[in-house]
């Protein structure tokens, strides 16, 4: 491999297991990856969840300045500056937009009947502010849920081909395990590419990009038209190895 200039990953099932935590290793990795250049962990997870739930020991390190959060699918940007997590920029739904994202689905959801036969756990509407989070199951999941909840991703699939022409004017993607992530037209993770290309003054292509959702649909194949190098995983084990390679073809690398 050869070294990045920047290197970014998703979350769900790329650094972590739905919804939880990374490992203690892997922010260890991340530790070290950010003493050698940015890195962007972009997700379709709020700010408010990723915060409570592992962000207290990267904040703790001198190289979380070079830390970058793209989330709720890049429409919101989030930094380190001094002790406080500062708000970059956000592109926030209006009413009307959270209407008729609303009604949209309810058709859809009539139309495919995907919904019959599936338990629900919790919410299924999520409302992110500037994202809205179509959960099929609900959230939060029970432990032990696993894709084979929708082989072939044949239901959610379903759902998303026939939810996304009712709103064009609404970006429409899959994201993590169960949801169908909606946000402002033209505002997903290849937005969030572009947007820190710019930042640091790095072309996409000399940066790395690392998802397990890069199929057609997923919410990591958005950032392919940007020209960004990737590299698919099957899952936080895979993307642990993957991060020691990038540590190894960048052993001679430090941030400025
Ligand atoms: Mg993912």
């Not at 919904?115 to 989070?133: A, W």
């Not at 032990?144 to 004017?169: M, V």
Request: glycine share 10%; with cysteine.
């Amino acid at each position: 491999m050869e070294c990045p200039r920047a290197a970014l990953f998703d979350l769900d099932d790329t650094l972590a297991p739905t919804l939880q935590a990374p490992e203690p290793v892997v922010t260890q990795r991340l530790l070290e990856l950010l003493a050698k250049m940015p890195v962007c962990i972009m997700t379709g997870r709020d700010f408010p969840r990723i915060q409570e739930s592992f962000l207290g020991e990267l904040a703790s390190s001198p190289d979380v300045k070079h830390l970058y959060l793209l989330v709720s699918g890049a429409s919101q940007g989030y930094r380190r500056n001094g002790k406080e997590w500062e708000q970059l920029y956000t592109f926030d739904l209006g009413e009307d937009d959270r209407r008729a994202i609303r009604a949209a689905i309810e058709e859809s959801v009539r139309e495919t009947a995907v919904l019959e036969g599936l338990p629900c756990y919790g919410e299924r509407y999520v409302d992110k502010g500037s994202m809205i989070s179509y959960a099929m199951l609900g959230v939060p999941l029970p432990r032990g849920i696993t894709r084979e909840w929708d082989p072939g991703n044949a239901k959610r699939g379903a759902l998303w081909k026939n939810l996304a022409p009712r709103l064009p004017q609404f970006d429409v993607v899959m994201g993590g395990m169960t949801a169908i992530d909606i946000a402002r037209k033209g505002i997903n993770k290849a937005y969030g590419v572009k947007w820190l290309s710019e930042r640091l003054g790095i072309p996409a292509g000399d940066m790395l990009y690392v998802g397990d959702a890069l199929y057609e649909g997923g919410n990591d194949a958005a950032v392919i038209p940007t020209g960004i190098r990737t590299r698919a995983t099957s899952g936080p084990q895979e993307t642990l190895s993957i991060i020691n390679e990038i540590l190894g073809s960048c052993a001679d690398k430090k941030t400025g």
